[in-house]
């Protein structure tokens, strides 16, 4: 099983700035087989970013990923008030597909 | 418009049996591989089951595993949990969501809540 672990834990940050997450794997994940979700209070996960680097249908271009391997990397470029929610990267390249532990973006 | 609900949650004692229903609507459910995923309060996101389009082969989280049946009946766009020996930590929100093998989940339903409790 590959395990997902996500840093930081909680990312603080006033509207405007950058944010940047991490999500390490255990081991190699496959053909960049790495989503980002979004999820608010109450609500379901959305899907942001699918292999590593492509937005999924109607995410504003802020959102941004990047990475291979082992290593990989979501961007806010200008935190909206609406960005601030927790955020989850997954893998479902190999079976089981895993989820890393998520980190919250909260307001400053 | 691309639909997922879930349904057949609710409260049960340690032991007991529950099974959950998600309805599809808007896309080709026949054509997709579907999954539950569950959320225990305030907690991350664990993949529990998956079932690929035909019902050919299925998957479960060791933590389910023996416990749990996964199923579908395309004629009715529908897919399933029963879920058997149910403990305290199944405690869950129980999400059903849409994504192929080697594909990330595209859609998801609004969940439907199971409490293990005594």
């Known amino acids: 099983e590959i395990v997902l672990t996500q840093s930081p834990g909680t990312l603080s940050l006033p509207p405007g700035e950058r944010a940047t997450l991490s999500c390490r794997a255990s081991?190699?994940?496959?053909?960049?087989?790495l989503a980002w979700y979004q999820q608010k209070p109450d609500q379901a996960p959305r899907l942001l970013i699918y292999g590593a680097s492509s937005r999924a249908t109607g995410i504003p271009d802020r959102f941004s990923g990047s990475g291979s391997g082992t290593d990989f990397t979501l961007t806010i470029s200008r935190l909206e008030p609406e960005d601030f929610a927790v955020y989850y990267c997954q893998q479902y390249g190999s079976s089981p597909r895993t989820f890393g532990q998520g980190t919250k973006v909260e307001i400053k | 418009e691309v639909q997922l609900v879930e349904s057949g949650g609710g409260l049960v004692q340690p032991g007991r049996s529950l099974r959950l229903s998600c309805a599809a609507s808007?896309?080709?459910?026949?054509?997709?591989?579907m999954s539950w995923v569950r959320q225990a309060p305030g907690q991350g996101l664990e993949w529990v089951s998956a079932i690929t389009r035909n019902s050919d082969t299925t998957s479960y989280a060791d933590s389910v595993k023996g416990r749990f049946t996964i199923s579908r009946d395309n004629a009715k766009n529908s897919l399933y949990l029963q879920m058997n020996s149910l403990r305290e930590e199944d405690t869950a929100l129980y999400y059903c969501a849409k994504g192929n093998w080697g594909s990330p989940f595209d859609i998801w339903g609004q969940g439907t809540m199971v409490t293990v409790s005594s």
């Open positions: 808007g896309f080709a459910f026949h054509d997709y591989t």
């Open positions: 081991q190699s994940v496959s053909s960049s087989s």
